[in-house]
């Protein structure tokens, strides 16, 4: 008992040393969150605010908590704003919550090094971890990987104790494997390509090994279903759209590799003597190599002893398990650096045994002196460490900070009244975009959101009819395409706005805070045409494509969407004079839809059935919304009662699509005929528009 206090206070003190050098680093350092990193400091702020521990929120249900989270699940969001509410919420205080993810990884990989080989190679091993390159990088670096990467570790351990042949299958070890499994996929669903291997593997040893490991399997998978699908429920059609832009649009848009050339299979691997350190790579492999000689001149493993085999075993465990991830990972199209770091730590642990079969070998060759090993491998940490820092240190932003504060402090405190206000952001930096705009105009309770339009010349004409404050910048615009310099000299000639402030810029060039002229006319208001472009959906595809054009923008423009309660105030008005007033259920309906609400939404296309009978457009919508929210069976059911009233390519099409769903297989030739069909009039009708 005493030597585990030691150990786990050792290990501790190890997460003390690297925490505070991660907070020597955050006081160095003097630039703002970029594109990604403010991103998810506003999504920890968000479900901070949501659940109501940060000023300028409150809790409003589960259903306002998943609308925070439409691509990403929420878990490391909402651990993140609770530490905001403790830490505060500048970027340097939030980042504490990356600390704190890096202590459950010391803490994983140590629990899970002891396992393998005892505590002093558990603490050989979270100190490689310590100062591995790639992972030092992201104690610093406000992503989700960190948080991805230390769940991933403890699900991966957890799984390997549940499927241990000898020592498993006990209902904690389930349960853990369970529960951590589920905490990594909360975290990021790309969880799923470290962590697929490992459950299919134990998942089959359960099966095979009796009829109480069935059980925990079966319940296992229940509890991991019952925690997951609320979120997937809620959100899986923008998780879709979501991941096919983040996966294959980006491998498109950056030139990834194909799958089927020797550079897509060699991306990660040449990534690991910059990530892991080139020294502590060589010393690992070799290390591997001469423990597999060593192995091999024993007899087979399973003439050995029990130890020996169950030593073996949970070593097959990690190598396993550890391969078949990094070709999941390997098979994804989009390319990048922090993709590999959940395989990271177990790689790391696998590579300690190299380092620490040749202080083996350095006592067998040098018998009595056994401060020899201990000395080999502290030397070795020690010599890796330079290259670390090294690393940490040329990621330091050391020259003076841009503007950003400044301008977001000054529209702050052009707003008197402290009402939501949307602030559009034409250039985008690193140093000045829409994300971080928004962060730093909300922290605090403020109500301050960015957005960001102009990347089309088309935009200029609605941000001039009802932008109220913009952000351009004199020099380099960032990247942002061409048109964007057209918008920004339209909004310039155009007389409307009024230049509050110039704010220099540390590298050359300002950026100018506008707001709108009293001269100007007057904004315009979406709301008092939000019902005729909500009754155009009855015109098909042609008024739906322009819904997706207008809210689009509007969202925009409209940061906070003010516009919702006022359209919601008046249509409900309306039904309150004539409850059946097809322009109040067109609003409503289509509010519900924009808002994720697809049983609200079906409320009302189906009062639309009853008000438009001749028009197969309500039932097309309701039979959507109603597959989106998880029902094919009424959704077929309305689609095919209105396709036999008026035969429509897009009624036969969703009817067929809804019926496979819903498990009638044997509608699939049809559907093969129908869907396409569908999709060819609905791309004809879209392009005629």
Known sequence: ???????WGLVTLLWCIATGLDRLWWNFHAGFPSWDQADYLNSALDHGRAIGFLDGGQWLGWKHLLDLSPKIPPLASLINGSVLSIAGDS?????????????????????????????????????????????????TDYVLEMSLTSTVTLALWKLGCWWDPQKGGRWGQSLLACLTVTAAILVKQSALLALLPAVAWASWIAIKRSQATRWQLLIGLTIFSLSIIPWLHHNWITTIGGTNRAVIESAIKEGDPSLFTLENWIWYPRLLPEQIGALYLA??????????????????????SHKEQDDYKSWLWLIITL??????????????????????????????????????WFNQHYPGKTWKMPCFLITGFLAT???????????????????LEEIVDTARRANPSKKPMTVIVIPSTPDLNQHNVSYYGRRQGGQLVGRQLGNNKSDLKPLLAQAKWVILAEGDQGSVRSDAKAVDQGIRASKFFIEIKRFPRPQGGSYSLWQRSLKAPPATNFAKDFSKLARGLNNGPKGLAEVFDQVAIQHMLDGHFEYRLEVRENALKQLRKNRNNPDAHWSLALLATLSNRPNQAAKHFSSLEKLLPNSPWPSAYRSVVTLAAWDPWTAVLVADKANQKRPNNVLQGLGDLSGVIGGAIWRLPNASKSIPRAIEEIETALEKS
């Open 283 to 304: 010393i690992g492999i070799s290390g591997l190599f001469l423990w597999s000689i060593q192995q091999s001149q024993t007899n087979h493993p399973l003439s050995k």
């Open 1 to 7: 008992m005493k030597s585990s206090w030691k150990f």
């Open 323 to 360: 391969i078949s991830a990094w070709i999941l990972t390997s098979l994804s199209p989009n390319k990048g650096d922090r993709y590999i770091t959940p395989l990271l730590p177990p790689l790391l642990l696998l590579l300690s045994r190299g380092w620490w079969e040749w202080g083996t």
């Open 91 to 139: 970027p340097a205080e939030a980042a504490w919550s990356l600390s704190i993810w890096h202590g459950l990884l010391l803490f994983a990989i140590a629990g899970w090094g002891k396992t393998l080989k005892g505590e002093g190679f558990a603490l050989l091993t979270a100190s490689f971890v310590a100062i591995a390159p790639a992972l030092m990088e992201l104690r």
């Open 385 to 403: 460490i330079p290259n670390s820092l090294t690393s940490q240190v040329k990621r330091l932003v050391l020259h003076k900070q841009g503007p």
